[in-house]
Nanobody
Framework: QVELVESGGGLVQAGGSLRLSCVAS????????MGWFRRAPVKQRYFLGV????????YYAESAKDRFTISRDNAKNTVYLQMNSLRPEDTAVYYC???????????????????WGEGTQVTVSS
């Protein structure tokens, strides 16, 4: 069993930055692909990006690649989402997820992830 806990959300002005963290329990973190998704109000959950277990490979949604960066620290069982130049439309609940295998672009699809965090709210004011 893996537990994921996100943190770092909050209220930020447009143009600002936030770094979200996701701490994982369990001994399989360093081999797990870790993804970030978000769900805006009245919308479906949307893929942002994923990082491989060793941190060497990342894959992003086109809409996220210019402003968002995913990194991880396996010694701390933590994955990060750095978000820059935030916009009001980035307002959403942000989720991290763990998958057993990194599968490149297939990681856009939720069924590739076995564990999910509860999410952290990010609100961007104009």
């Amino acid at each position: 069993q893996v537990e994921l806990v996100e943190s770092g959300g909050g209220l930020v002005q447009a143009g600002g930055s936030l770094r979200l963290s996701c701490v994982a329990s369990g001994r399989t973190f360093s081999t797990s692909a870790m993804g970030w998704f978000r769900r805006a109000p009245v919308k479906q959950r949307y893929f942002l990006g994923v990082i491989s277990g060793d941190g060497d490979i990342t894959y992003y949604a086109e809409s996220a690649k210019d402003r968002f960066t995913i990194s991880r620290d396996n010694a701390k069982n933590t994955v990060y989402l750095q978000m820059n130049s935030l916009r009001p439309e980035d307002t959403a609940v942000y989720y991290c997820a763990a998958g057993p295998v990194y599968r490149g672009s297939l990681m856009r699809i939720e069924y590739n992830y076995h564990y999910w965090g509860e999410g952290t709210q990010v609100t961007v004011s104009s």
